[in-house]
């Protein structure tokens, strides 16, 4: 059995939107471990209230200085609670899917450098090593003969 208190109630995800006033017209009833609602049979209102949500009973308590919530779990019931240790790792929030990985990526170095057209050309020393410098994409050549 796991039990605990809070200060927050969740009687209002029980609500019905109807604009009666009594209680027992204002809540889903008929609550149990396997079902949400509220148990009316337990419920002495307005000191205590008993319902239960996913597999887990709450009882609210009205004292003078305010409203606590009382919870409790039994693992012998049936619901969609995990009993296991869960640890989140801050690194990976809001994380919502494996990164994209582009592997084929293509890089063409030293052939666009912004420096590389006039220095090279010192080691052009006739016309035919020009059309063959750089595979002819710099010049054109146009054999005027």
């Known amino acids: 059995m796991i039990t605990g208190t809070t200060n927050n109630s969740r009687l209002k995800e029980l609500r019905k939107y109807t604009v009666s006033t009594g209680f027992t017209d204002q809540y889903v009833n008929n609550g149990s471990w396997s079902?949400?609602?509220?148990?009316?049979?337990?419920?002495?209102?307005?000191?205590f209230i008993v319902y239960y949500l996913g597999g887990i009973k709450y009882t609210d308590i009205t004292l003078i200085n305010g409203t606590h919530t009382t919870f409790e779990y039994s693992a012998n019931n049936v619901g969609n609670f995990v009993d296991e240790v869960y640890i989140k790792n801050p690194n990976k929030e809001k994380i919502i899917s494996n990164p994209k990985i582009n592997d084929d990526v293509f890089i063409i170095r030293d052939e666009l450098s912004a420096f590389n057209k006039n220095y090279?050309?010192?080691f052009v020393g006739n016309l035919v090593d020009l059309t063959t410098y750089a595979g002819g994409k710099y010049f054109k050549i146009i054999n005027n003969t």
């Open 120 to 122: 090279r050309l010192e």
């Open 35 to 47: 079902s949400n609602g509220v148990d009316y049979g337990a419920t002495t209102y307005p000191a």
